[in-house]
């Protein structure tokens, strides 16, 4: 299925089930985007650095901008039975 051939399938009266599904697809997606990004704020992210003369530097910390963007975010919202 193309992608336009989708989207007028969404849009169609007779294809609820289908939209209803896209829609949960969507909500399903954000939520495990939000938690790999609050992982990636709390546990923070490994940075690896070769120096000159070879030497190597390995660091961690929290991954800032991803940081800012949760505080950004206009309130997450949540999967209810509804969505689901």
Do not use: H
Not at 8 to 32: K, N, V
Not at 51 to 77: Q, W, Y
């Amino acid at each position: 299925m193309g992608r336009a051939s989708a989207y007028r399938l969404r849009e169609r009266p007779d294809a609820a089930s289908f939209a209803a599904a896209w829609d949960r697809a969507i909500s399903m997606g954000r939520t495990y985007q939000f938690s790999i990004a609050m992982d990636r704020a709390l546990n923070g992210i490994t940075i690896v650095r070769v120096l000159k003369g070879g030497a190597i530097d390995v660091s961690g910390c929290p991954d800032m901008a991803v940081v800012n963007a949760v505080l950004r975010d206009e309130g997450f919202a949540k999967a209810t039975k509804e969505t689901f």
